[in-house]
């Protein structure tokens, strides 16, 4: 009986034996590291129009306001040949430029008036660096105004649309188009300039501010 007892009794559990296991060389180690996922944004491109004003906040010099009001003159003294047509149609508006006339006839006397006034322009103020940036800016633009108005000049010498007939409609449309255009430019411009702000002529601002 008591043998019995003694085979019935539970065996103590034997021990576990530790297995030290060697740590893996480097080379067989993983070096790459998972990066949670990142959102790319695209990047936003904020377009701004440059100021040309002497400084942050501060007023503009009445010299460069003059220089840049007078600096308008010369695209609107060339553009006055396409309002022929519209001085024939409707003679109560050459009135409005009657007190020009003065000025325009002392313009024209001069040998070459257009050719002086433009290269002095460009020479004088565009690329002279002793002026400010607001007046050179305003210069580009003049000039390059100016540039633009020999376009439909040219168009008509080549097309030669003649006195008649649809072209010569076309022609007179154009020509008047370009006046009233060019009127704005001018009015724009001056009065901008006298008030010390920049004008930036709709199809010329770009094209002005790309040259400085």
Same mark, same amino acid.
């Given at each position: ?10 065996? @103590? ?9 060697? #740590? *893996?060389?480097?080379?067989? %180690? $993983?070096?790459?590291?998972? =990066? ?54 409707? @003679? ?9 006339? #003065? *000025?325009?006839?002392?313009? %024209? $006397?001069?040998?070459?008036? =257009? ?77 901008? =300039? ?19």
């Amino acid at each position: 009986m008591a043998s019995l007892c003694l085979s019935l009794r539970p065996t @103590p559990p034997k021990p576990f034996k530790t297995i030290f296991i060697p #740590p *893996l060389p480097s080379i067989f %180690r $993983s070096t790459v590291q998972i =990066s949670p996922p990142q959102h790319k944004c695209r990047p936003t491109t904020n377009i701004t129009r440059m100021s040309y004003k002497g400084g942050s906040g501060s007023a503009t010099p009445a010299t460069d306001r003059l220089i840049s009001a007078v600096a308008y003159t010369l695209p609107f003294f060339n553009s006055l040949q396409y309002g022929r047509y519209l001085f024939m149609q409707y @003679p109560n508006v050459g009135v409005v430029f009657d007190p020009l006339l #003065p *000025l325009l006839g002392v313009y %024209r $006397s001069v040998p070459y008036a =257009s050719f002086v006034a433009f290269f002095a322009l460009y020479l004088g103020v565009v690329r002279n660096p002793a002026f400010s940036r607001y007046v050179r800016f305003n210069s580009m633009q003049a000039v390059t105004l100016d540039v633009l108005l020999v376009v439909p000049l040219l168009l008509t010498r080549i097309f030669n649309p003649g006195r008649a007939g649809i072209g010569f409609r076309l022609m007179v449309w154009g020509h008047n188009a370009v006046f009233v255009f060019s009127c704005f430019c001018f009015v724009y411009g001056l009065v901008s =300039s006298l008030l010390g702000k920049t004008p930036y002529l709709p199809f010329v601002a770009d094209a002005a501010g790309r040259q400085l």
